[in-house]
């Protein structure tokens, strides 16, 4: 599964989008980018996961590059309560979730 | 979706005893798993619970140590033994639907904080 590159941490002001950049440069035709975040001392929840095509569901907005090497997950109006570690993750469709380090997203009032 | 319990929440536990910590979903998921995150660290994969069989531990876990059990599909549970402070993090149980569903989501548990002293 591709090794994922996040920025440690991200700030965004409330009501405005904030956009976390993920690299996987190394993903392979078959893997698909997920996407998880972990509110402090919760357990991890599932925001949303694509393969090529930009998807969008309730919670937000993934935009992955054509060359599927990086992707972009959009939430289009931050709240207080988005403020959490934000997860990308590779997965070619082994069991295996690695977590990497994630991006912590704080959102300012 | 699916919805896991872990009991207990969160234990202070002595070094040199063991702890057993329960999931429960409360659907039948394919995969089982169990994840240790250590203070302000990202989640490490512990082992996959097998229905029935000995789990699948990933390097650097050991059966001794983290003894795993899967009766049913719906029911876990991690041990940890001989406790030593170092042992002091969340331990989270994880469920998957299976791979003959397509891409899934995983599903996580809120978490077992330990504390050792």
């Known amino acids: 599964d591709a090794k994922t590159t996040q920025p440690p941490s991200m700030d965004c002001a409330e009501g405005r989008a904030a956009n976390l950049p993920c690299n996987h440069s190394?993903?392979?035709?078959?893997?698909?980018v997920y996407w998880y975040r972990q509110i402090h001392s919760q357990g991890p929840q599932y925001i949303i996961h694509g393969l090529k095509n930009n998807e969008t569901n309730e919670m937000a907005s993934l935009i992955i590059t054509e060359d599927r090497k990086s992707s972009t997950l959009i939430l289009p109006h931050a709240t207080l309560r988005d403020t959490a570690v934000y997860y990308c993750i590779g997965n070619s469709g082994t069991y295996k979730y690695i977590f990497g380090t994630g991006t912590r997203l704080k959102v300012l009032a | 979706s699916a919805v896991i319990s872990q009991k207990p929440s969160r234990d202070i536990c002595q070094r040199g005893t063991s702890l057993t910590i329960q999931c429960q979903v409360d659907?039948?998921?394919?995969?089982m798993f169990w994840y240790r995150q250590q203070p302000g660290q990202s989640l490490t994969l512990i082992a996959t619970?097998?229905?029935?069989?000995?789990?699948?531990?990933e390097s650097g876990f050991v059966i001794d140590k983290f003894p795993i059990s899967r009766p049913n599909l719906t029911f876990s549970t991690l041990t940890v033994s001989n406790m030593s402070p170092e042992d002091s993090s969340i331990y989270l149980c994880?469920?998957?639907?299976?791979?003959?569903?397509?891409?899934?989501?995983?599903?996580f548990g809120q978490g077992t904080r330990l504390t050792v002293v």
């Open positions: 190394t993903i392979s035709g078959n893997e698909y």
């Open positions: 659907s039948q998921v394919t995969m």
């Open positions: 994880s469920g998957k639907i299976g791979w003959d569903r397509g891409h899934t989501e995983a599903f």
């Open positions: 619970a097998n229905q029935g069989s000995e789990a699948t531990y």
